[in-house]
């Protein structure tokens, strides 16, 4: 409730457009929000922007409180896993990095290439980092 309050605000690129975009549904999977949507009449730029603003909320979900909304984590109880703050953790925290680690495909020179990223929750942005399996 609280990551899609505050991506409400940016969706407003879709209203300002002469397109339509649906919310087609919301669920949870891996202690992380995943939002479902269509559009069709946006340019390429509108839909990069909606791309975008789903991405940044489903990556906030997963480290903000379910419950209450604070700044939470990734916690496992009986297998599950549910984003959840200190205060209303059950189970264990979940300390396995890649489950930070986003991947996704940019086009550089003319090519795809897949990246590795991870979520700053303080600054609501991506960062790209060491694919994880290059690593030591």
Not at 16 to 24: F, I, K
Not at 30 to 40: S, T
Not at 97 to 107: D, Q
Not at 116 to 133: G, K
């Amino acid at each position: 409730q609280h990551v899609v309050h505050r991506s409400g605000g940016r969706a407003v690129v879709a209203q300002r457009s002469s397109g339509r975009l649906a919310v087609a549904g919301l669920d949870e999977k891996y202690g992380e929000m995943r939002v479902h949507w269509a559009c069709e009449g946006l340019s390429d730029d509108e839909r990069a922007e909606v791309e975008s603003i789903v991405e940044r909320a489903e990556a906030r979900s997963s480290l903000t409180c379910g419950i209450c909304g604070a700044r939470g984590d990734l916690w496992e109880h009986r297998g599950w896993l549910s984003a959840r703050c200190t205060e209303h953790g059950a189970g264990v925290p979940d300390d396995d990095p890649a489950n930070s680690v986003r991947f996704s495909y940019v086009r550089r020179d003319g090519r795809l290439v897949r990246i590795a990223r991870r979520y700053l929750y303080d600054r609501d942005a991506f960062v790209e980092i060491a694919h994880p399996s290059e690593t030591p």
